[in-house]
Structures are given as structure tokens and as C-alpha cells.
């Protein structure tokens, strides 16, 4: 079965701070992993995705997520956050088949 | 394209009261997925079909609620009867198969039951 830990479930920041968030996951196949955001009052959508190749991925809005295999984890970094980056953000593995979604990390962005 | 599309986005009914949601998945993706959100639980998932046919259903809570996926393009969601503790946001999510094609995710279902 795959499962996926994420570390703080709330995270409070001052505009231009650098973000990290953890996410650990547990599959015992070839992964692939999301992070996806949800602001206030949203559907999630995808901000980033990891399926093979270069384990540091980029993606919108600055984000980035680096792999790394030896401790099946996948942190979500941006260097410099904003108040508009206030939302919850999932980690999300997928097999074969099923997208499995940890609890989730509410940010919150102060100006 | 016009993404997943899920009806309504709000639903407010009485308990005991049978609910339908339906969701409209984007067209080529063959795979759909139901999931609830509640605060308590985070993300479940429901449900999930492919080509048409439920592959597992082990995240419904219990007979009262039912999927369908009559076609390529539709699919329901249904409680009956409906209970408070059902309250929760629905999301319909589509796909293509492999695993490592991203969810594209719906608005979401509202569903409060008094």
C-alpha cells in the first residue's frame, strides 16, 4: 500500500521567507509524486509533478521539489514566498493506479 | 477544454434525503476518481473507475453511497439516504491510465446535510 507523510500540518511565514515543505512517502514500486495547491475555496490544482529523470523538478509560481530516493522524500521548496501563496498544500504519490494525498500542510503567508 | 466539471456546487438537504452529484470528466481521460474532503479526514478516496468499470471501491463508507459511470463522459455519485456526518466537499478527478499522468480536479460538491 502507498502512504504519504507530511511533516507540519501548519506553516506560518513573513512575505519573502523561503518555504520548505516536507513530504515522505512509502510505495514499494515506481513512484510518481504531485504536489498540488488548493487556495481558499478551491479545487486542487497541480503545481508540480515528478515521474522520472532530473529528481529536481520546477514548477509554476516558482515552486520547486527535489526526489530523493534514499529517503523517499519529496520537500516542496520556494526561495521567497508571497501572501498570495497563502493556501493548503497537498503531497501525493501515485502507483499504478490511485493518487494517494497526505493530510496536507496549510501556509500562511503574512505581509 | 473545460476541465471537470461537477453539479452542483452547493447542495444543502435534510437527513434522510437522497443526494446525487455528478461529475463530467475531461474528454480522452480514462480514469475518474471521487474523493471527499472534510477536516477531520483530509482527502479520501471514494472510488475510482476505469474505462467505465469501478476497480476499487473500498474508500465508500458504506452501502449508502453508490457510484456510476454509465458512459465515458458521466458519472454519479450517490447517498441515500444522506446523514449529517456526510457533509463534507466532493471532488470528481479524471486521468489518463498511466500513473504517471497528473489528476485534473473539479470544483468540488459542497454538501451539507442538516
Known amino acids: 500500500a502507498q502512504s504519504v507523510s507530511q511533516h507540519n500540518h501548519h506553516v506560518i511565514l513573513s512575505e519573502a521567507a523561503s518555504l520548505e515543505l516536507g513530504c515522505n512517502y512509502s510505495y514499494g514500486g515506481t513512484v510518481n509524486l504531485f504536489w498540488y495547491v488548493q487556495y481558499p475555496g478551491q479545487h486542487l490544482q497541480l503545481l508540480l509533478k515528478y515521474f522520472s529523470g532530473d529528481p529536481l523538478v520546477k514548477g509554476i509560481k516558482g515552486f520547486e521539489a527535489e526526489f530523493i530516493k534514499s529517503k523517499f522524500s519529496f520537500n516542496l521548496r520556494k526561495p521567497s514566498v508571497q501572501w498570495s501563496d497563502t493556501a493548503e498544500y497537498f503531497c501525493a504519490v501515485r502507483g499504478y493506479s490511485t493518487l494517494t494525498f497526505g493530510k496536507g500542510t496549510m501556509l500562511l503567508v503574512s505581509p | 477544454d473545460a476541465g471537470v466539471i461537477q453539479s452542483p456546487r452547493h447542495e444543502v438537504t435534510e437527513m434522510g434525503q437522497e443526494v446525487t452529484l455528478r461529475c463530467k470528466p475531461i474528454s480522452g481521460h480514462n480514469s475518474l476518481f471521487w474523493y471527499r474532503q472534510t477536516m477531520m479526514r483530509g482527502l479520501e478516496l471514494l472510488i475510482y473507475?476505469?474505462?467505465?468499470?469501478?476497480?476499487?471501491d473500498s474508500g465508500m463508507p458504506e452501502d449508502r453511497f453508490s457510484a456510476k459511470m454509465p458512459n465515458a463522459s458521466f458519472s454519479t455519485l450517490k447517498i441515500q439516504p444522506s446523514e449529517p456526518r456526510d457533509s463534507a466537499v466532493y471532488f470528481c478527478?479524471?486521468?489518463?491510465?498511466?500513473?504517471?499522468?497528473?489528476?485534473?480536479f473539479g470544483n468540488g460538491t459542497r454538501l451539507t446535510v442538516t
Open positions: 473507475f476505469n474505462n467505465n468499470v469501478p476497480i476499487d
Open positions: 478527478a479524471s486521468s489518463l491510465q498511466q500513473g504517471g499522468s497528473p489528476l485534473h
